[in-house]
């Protein structure tokens, strides 16, 4: 089977040494290696990083990569289903152009209905992130803890607690790993990088669960 490959980074991420690219790059080759799936051609959108809709017209790179898979009689490929989109809506939009999509973390046996519903759980899972992280400021100024912008004297509660809901994610993927080592190795396999793009290390995961166990 041939496929078409979609990227799509942030100009910010394209300028950190192309390392949110990298990654992609590498989920989708070791999905496709494992599958016996060649990838026809590499498509990859760079976002300006201003905040518009999500609409094939603000896409083009995927508009293209929809015209040829289709042609092609094969899938789009992404390593994330985000990478697609964070819409939903857009998301079920897309299903209608009757091109396969396949999303390296969830698999081949993901249908239509399923990447929907998955688009779904991901959208309601940012919400329940943010309000949980405005709930945790509040608690925290109720405390006493003085919040605003993020410098050395007024940011450190609310970077702490951004940080903390960004990990949430990680902790679940790691349990059952024997060593910070082991588990690092676990995130970096799986495609994911740290808030700054970088791979993950045995130290990034002690951090990342000193930060957990400051909650408990």
Known sequence: MKAIAYCRVSSREQGRSGLGLEAQRAAIERFCAADGIEVAEWLTE????????????????LKEALIKAEALKGPVIVSKLDRLSRDVHFISGLMVHG???IACELGRQSDPFMLHLF??????ERALISQRTTAALQALKARGKVLGCPTPERGGAVLRARAIEHDKPFLVLIR???SLKQAAARLNDAGYRTAQGKLFSAATVSRMLQRARKTT
Do not use: M, N
């Not at 760079?46 to 790179?61: F, I, M, N, Q």
């Not at 688009?119 to 309601?124: G, H």
């Open 46 to 61: 760079v976002e300006s990083g201003k905040r518009v809709s999500d609409t094939l017209k603000a896409r083009p790179v």
């Open 99 to 101: 091109v396969e999509f």
């Open 119 to 124: 688009a779904a759980l991901a959208e309601k």
């Open 176 to 178: 059952g790993t024997h």
